[in-house]
């Protein structure tokens, strides 16, 4: 499987629990206006104040996942893509060696 693809199914599970929670936050607010527990304001601040702190552990839980991801990447053996990059750089340069001597070679 793809890291990248991984690691993006994860971010869209975080992004899919977080909608339901907050249609489900939605739900229960609607139905304390509605029981009179709590005023349209007062829910409307708390619905803003409950999603304001659901996204920033998000983002957190997010920042996390990518450092662990990245960690067992590394475990494995997995190069990073500027490791990836210097190497395609060397072959290249070999490669162009290579032909240099042949076409000497050959003159």
Do not use: A, S
């Given at each position: 499987m793809d890291n990248k693809n991984f690691l993006n199914q994860i971010l869209m599970l975080g992004i899919g629990t977080t909608s339901m929670v907050a249609d489900k936050m939605r739900e229960v607010t609607d139905q304390l206006v509605k029981d009179g527990k709590l005023d349209p304001d007062q829910a409307s601040t708390f619905a803003n104040d409950l999603m304001q702190q659901i996204k920033t552990e998000q983002g957190n839980w997010?920042?996390?996942?990518?450092?662990?991801?990245?960690?067992?990447?590394?475990?494995?053996?997995?190069?990073?893509?500027?490791?990836?990059?210097?190497?395609?750089?060397?072959?290249?340069?070999?490669?162009?060696?290579?032909?240099?001597?042949?076409?000497?070679?050959?003159?």
């Open positions: 997010e920042t996390q996942i990518q450092r662990q991801v990245r960690n067992v990447m590394q475990d494995l053996g997995v190069p990073r893509q500027n490791e990836v990059d210097e190497l395609r750089g060397r072959i290249d340069r070999l490669e162009r060696q290579v032909r240099d001597l042949e076409n000497k070679l050959w003159r």
